[in-house]
T-cell receptor
């Protein structure tokens, strides 16, 4: 049963600390998305990659957030320094990127981040 | 700017009742998807509709894409407590695979 995995599932940290979230997309998927979900804003797209290349990170605060794909099996989202307003659930999703199924995204279980 | 508006935002019904959730936009989408999210989990894809007027059924769930590809509806027949969750619609607008999500409809089905 192929699934997107994310680590850690929960993270509590103090303001100013660095946070790194990791995602393993489904094997064979060539698009990876990072989302943030809050009660107020819902699901917001932060960044996404196709074939490991960043295509759009316009939803991401550039001064503190960075997203990378060191290889096809790992995507990372880093926040440095973290702030209380970053508290949210961060989801990674992957997709096949094929013409007829390019919009289908498969989500991981999320990382619940709390910044105190 | 919220491109996809879902209604209602919250819905609490008794088991066995029928319900419809709406997803509306002034924009045309290449495809429209519905996801369901349970507490502590990520959204799970239920269906993708791509053709204007298309209707898809998934057991007690019926999904419809508007003729102009600007809106969609999700109808649940004889709702069950297991249908409880957050229902999200999402539209694809470009060839990039990027989705725009609605704010979601929280459904509670009471036994």
């Amino acid at each position: 049963d192929a699934r997107v995995t994310q680590t850690p599932r929960h993270k509590v940290t103090e303001m100013g600390q660095e946070v790194t979230m990791r995602c393993q997309p489904i094997l064979g998927h060539n698009t990876v998305f990072w989302y943030r979900q809050t009660m107020m804003q819902g699901l917001e797209l932060l960044a996404y990659f196709r074939n490991r290349a960043p295509l759009d990170d316009s939803g991401m605060p550039k001064d503190r957030f960075s997203a990378e794909m060191p290889d096809a099996t790992l995507a990372t989202l880093k926040i440095q320094p973290s702030e209380p307003r970053d508290s949210a659930v961060y989801f990674c999703a992957s997709g096949l990127g094929l013409a007829h199924r390019r919009y289908e995204q498969y989500f991981g279980p999320g990382t619940r981040l709390t910044v105190t | 700017t919220q491109l996809l508006e879902q209604s209602p935002q919250f819905l609490s019904i008794q088991e066995g009742e029928n319900l419809t959730v709406y997803c509306n936009s002034s924009s045309v989408f290449s495809s429209l998807q519905w996801y369901r999210q349970e507490p502590g989990e990520g959204p799970v894809l239920l269906v993708t509709v791509v053709t204007g007027g298309e209707v898809k059924k998934l057991k007690r769930l019926t999904f419809q894409f508007g003729d102009a590809r600007k809106d969609s509806s999700l109808h649940i027949t004889a709702a069950q407590p297991g249908d409880t969750g957050l229902y999200l619609c999402a539209g694809g607008k470009s060839n990039t695979g990027k989705l725009i999500f609605g704010q979601g409809t929280t459904l509670q089905v009471k036994p």
